[in-house]
């Protein structure tokens, strides 16, 4: 046996799980009408075909038609569910991998005009500010029958053969009703004691154990401390967690720590890039310890030495690591093989968990593959032949490109401008929040030279090099360089966000930033310029700010930028620039017309997002079999580009991420992967 604290069996009552590691209850949106089909279950089964101990499948399922999933979830509701979670379960167990379900009632966490247009409902009148509807406050009917629909929703679980369920509690329903900042009930259920908060979520579990018996794994995961004045406080949630070990209802405790009703809430609960690495480990330690009693925990633990350390000092019984399997979903293969230094990171982008918040489905910005395990596998099978394939950039794109046709077993050369791999990537890393992207380059790298790739840095790719190469296969993955040609007039008056965050142009002290592309060069000019104490305004003519960046990423950049003051304004647009005494003069208008201002500033950034830098895609077009032609359906079918529109050409030529176009990170290296897999 393994001497590794991470894969020492565990007994939870009467399931054995092989090792520590689970994927806690998430949701990645994955579902079809509502239920976990062939993408739902290829994305558990690649993990636990990998060996990890425990994969909890949603986040949550629903189990009332009052809890319109706002984000995909599985409707636990519907009978039709137990054939496909019994097709989950039975692929996950023939790998050793118990499977659970985490169930809910989201009450006031969604909204009226989802699914069927029935009223939201709750513990009382206050609505969630990140969802926005006013609830009903709930009747003793509604409680019934809600009770009721917990009770047959595990019963459909435990007919499809899971190993147990958790209940969510922490934001959602329940936690609605325990909170005495949401339970504005009367009654039997309603604010006051301690025990008429519990008494939903204790008949709820009662319910469910009359229904399912003694031997199915029931668990609840909870906010032990919702960290917010009037709520939950440290010493109440001890007393919930002991309430919920003494009623021998419950055969595991899941913490958190925080509150969900808003998106910075969120943040802190489930943090994201440039936070804290497992803030609330301790936390949930603290409770083991004083109930004794089975204890699992998730937040940004994204390394395996973390997960170690918690089970090693008793802090937890089984540890998640779900974002993390996102990324790399063979970490415990990895660590098994000795290759504990091959796993692929998580750098906490939290584009997985930003994309189901805005209406997409998870997906991890490094590893394209996840949520993709049918149409792109993670494993890269071996070419039939091998070519000798050219890569101009070193950046996601090239590198992903580089790492694919090494793992095809292609002989690999790249060419570089600078004297190292990154890209735009390294630019975005010198923001010490976003430090964490350079993983992105540095994982690739590191398998690229596993590889033997052959780099040629501080070369410029121009058509006479790569041809000295004798290629088969050319890919310009170049990427691009800023567009500020955005005014009517003045254009070479301003600068770009990467000229201040290269530092080749030094902040002003009265800054306008135009940010029409939405992203984070924006923010980060934004925060590297207010930090020298200079005023800053970000204008955009969107509606919304930033909206590329997404929700819950946006947090530690809008503390950071509202401490210093920076004014945001929307739906108002840079139209031209002047000299103006010793400083600028900036024409504002809008998109929606009638209106024109001034303002007075010393320096004005456009974030215009990028241009392709394609000079020498065009210089080796002529020479090529395909004159740069991507056939578009062969590569979203995973198969072979077998353009030829000059026959007498002696390489094929493909370009790839930013530049074709501006993009982001995902899609370069996604470019990357569904194309160079089949050369």
């Not at 047959?152 to 969510?168: F, K, N, P, V």
């Not at 790739?453 to 501080?458: G, H, K, L």
């Not at 809008?558 to 900036?586: C, I, P, Y």
Request: some cysteine.
């Amino acid at each position: 046996m393994s001497s590794d604290p991470l894969f020492q069996p565990y007994d939870l009552k009467h399931l054995r799980l092989k090792n520590r590691l689970m994927i806690s209850s998430h949701e990645p949106a994955y579902p079809e009408d509502g239920m976990p089909k062939d993408r739902y279950r290829a994305y558990h089964v690649e993990r636990a075909r990998a060996g990890v101990g425990l994969t909890m499948t949603a986040g949550s399922a629903s189990v009332s038609r009052d809890s319109p999933p706002v984000f995909n979830n599985i409707l636990a509701w519907q009978d039709e569910v137990v054939g496909w979670m019994k097709q989950l379960t039975d692929e996950c167990h023939d790998h050793g991998c118990a499977v659970m379900i985490q169930l809910t009632h989201l009450g006031r966490r969604t909204r009226w005009d989802k699914a069927d247009w029935l009223p939201v409902v709750s513990a009382g009148h206050e609505r969630e500010p990140a969802h926005r509807a006013f609830p009903k406050m709930a009747e003793d009917w509604d409680i019934a029958r809600i009770i009721e629909d917990y009770a047959d929703a595990a019963e459909r679980m435990q007919a499809a053969g899971l190993d147990g369920i958790e209940l969510e509690a922490y934001g959602h329903l329940m936690e609605q009703f325990v909170s005495p900042l949401t339970n504005a009930l009367d009654g039997p259920y309603g604010t006051g004691s301690l025990d008429n908060r519990m008494r939903f979520m204790m008949d709820t579990l009662a319910a469910i154990r009359a229904r399912v018996g003694e031997d199915f794994i029931v668990g609840v995961r909870y906010a032990g401390d919702e960290c917010q004045a009037g709520g939950i406080d440290r010493a109440e949630g001890m007393e919930i967690s002991r309430r919920l070990k003494d009623s021998g209802l419950v055969d595991f405790l899941n913490v958190v720590r925080g509150h969900i009703d808003t998106d910075p809430a969120l943040t802190d609960l489930i943090p994201v890039q440039g936070m804290a690495s497992a803030p609330h480990l301790d936390f949930a330690g603290e409770i083991r310890a004083a109930t004794q009693f089975p204890t699992f925990h998730a937040a940004k633990i994204q390394d395996v030495a973390t997960a170690r350390h918690a089970i090693a000092s008793g802090k937890l019984d089984i540890v998640g690591m779900t974002r993390a399997h996102m990324a790399d979903p063979h970490i415990v293969a990895k660590i098994l093989r000795g290759e504990e230094d091959r796993i692929r990171p998580c750098v906490g982008a939290n584009y997985c968990l930003d994309r189901i918040y805005q209406g997409g489905m998870a997906l991890c910005l490094h590893n394209p593959s996840t949520g993709r395990e049918l149409e792109q596998p993670h494993a890269i099978a071996a070419a039939p032949d091998r070519r000798r394939v050219v890569i101009a950039g070193a950046g996601p794109a090239g590198l992903e490109a580089a790492r694919v046709a090494g793992e095809r077993g292609h002989d690999v050369i790249v060419f570089e401008a600078a004297d190292a791999p990154g890209g735009q990537v390294r630019l975005a890393a010198r923001t010490p929040r976003r430090a964490e992207m350079m993983q992105l380059i540095q994982w690739r790298f590191a398998e690229c030279e596993r590889l033997d790739v052959t780099f040629r840095f501080n070369t410029y790719a121009e058509k006479d090099t790569i041809l000295a190469e004798a290629p088969d296969v050319v890919v310009i993955a170049t990427g691009g360089l800023p567009n500020t040609e955005v005014l009517e007039e003045g254009n070479a008056l301003a600068v770009s966000t990467w000229d201040i965050l290269s530092g080749d142009v030094a902040p002003g002290s009265d800054v306008l930033i135009y940010d029409d592309a939405g992203d984070y060069a924006g923010l980060q000019a934004a925060e590297k310029i207010a930090a020298t104490g200079a005023r800053v305004e970000i204008m955009t003519r969107d509606r919304t700010f930033a909206p590329e960046v997404m929700a819950m990423s946006l947090t530690p950049a809008m503390r950071e930028l509202q401490k210093r003051d920076v004014t945001f304004t929307v739906t108002w647009k840079v139209e031209a620039l002047s000299r103006h005494g010793n400083g600028l003069q900036a024409r504002i208008g809008s998109d929606y017309g009638g209106v024109s201002r001034v303002r007075e500033v010393d320096q004005l950034v456009v974030n215009h997002g990028t241009r392709p830098l394609d000079e020498v895609y065009f210089d080796l077009r002529p020479g090529s079999i395909n004159l740069g032609e991507l056939d578009h359906a062969a590569m979203i079918a995973g198969q072979p580009q077998a353009v030829s529109r000059n026959p007498a050409g002696g390489y094929q030529l493909f370009r790839i991420g930013d530049a074709v176009a501006a993009r982001n990170t995902h899609a370069a290296i996604y470019d990357a992967l569904r194309l160079v897999r089949t050369v």
